[in-house]
């Protein structure tokens, strides 16, 4: 069974500060996912990583993908209150042999002070 | 362009009532999936599907029914609702099988009393 680990569940951190949220899963697969969930709203997509070694940048969020490592990172960088929201990566049950869908973990609830 | 719809947005049933809550995509995608969404439990893939006639079970598929008649609609039914699915449920879609990135309906908040 696909177990996929985040850490921290919650964060708190000051705008201007780095930081990085940890995605570790149990078996192989190659494909990771990242979203980002507003409360009350839906899931919007921030990254597709479908590779060993893969990074994606976008404005303050940068993600990369370790399959050897079964380990993902979203860093921050400076952060912005905007920022402020749920974080969950979901990896690919399918590849691993699982039904053809995602396996989320429990996400990172993020809080951005000024 | 539209993308996943979902509805209803909120619902309130008693135990033993059965519903279905609606999903529809106008993006021309295969593969369409439900999740439920539970506080601290992250999404469970109930039901999926990889194109018209076919599903698979997910999961957590134990109460719920699924069916795929069109590329474009996958309603999800609850036979005999329970309040252990009291949850929000999430329709989401992708253009490729083999799950591949997904695209998230706006959630249908169910409560079973």
């Known amino acids: 069974e696909l177990k996929v680990e985040q850490n921290p569940l919650f964060l708190s951190m000051q705008e201007g500060k780095n930081y990085t949220i940890y995605c570790n899963y149990s078996t192989t697969s190659d494909r990771l996912y990242w979203y980002r969930q507003d409360p009350g709203k839906s899931l919007e997509s921030l990254f597709v990583l479908l590779s060993n070694g893969a990074v994606k940048q976008e404005g303050r969020l940068m993600a990369s993908l370790d399959t050897k490592a079964r380990l993902s990172t979203l860093h921050i960088t400076a952060a912005v209150h905007d920022l402020s929201a749920t974080y969950f990566c979901?990896?690919?049950?399918?590849?691993?042999?699982?039904?053809?869908?995602?396996?989320f973990g429990k996400g990172t609830h993020l809080i951005i002070q000024p | 362009n539209a993308g996943v719809t979902q509805t209803p947005k909120f619902q309130v049933l008693k135990t033993g009532q059965s519903m279905t809550l609606q999903c529809a995509q106008d993006m021309n995608h295969e593969y369409m999936s439900w999740y439920r969404q539970d506080p601290g439990m992250g999404l469970r893939l109930i039901h999926y599907s990889v194109g018209a006639g076919i599903t698979d079970q997910g999961e957590v598929p134990n109460g719920y029914n699924v069916s795929r008649s069109t590329t474009e609609d996958f309603p999800l039914r609850l036979l005999s609702a329970a309040p252990s699915q009291t949850s929000v449920y999430f329709c989401?879609?992708?253009?490729?099988?083999?799950?591949?990135?997904?695209?998230f309906g706006e959630g249908s908040r169910l409560t079973v009393l």
């Open positions: 979901a990896v690919d049950m399918w590849s691993g042999g699982g039904a053809d869908g995602l396996t």
């Open positions: 989401a879609s992708s253009r490729t099988t083999n799950t591949g990135e997904l695209f």
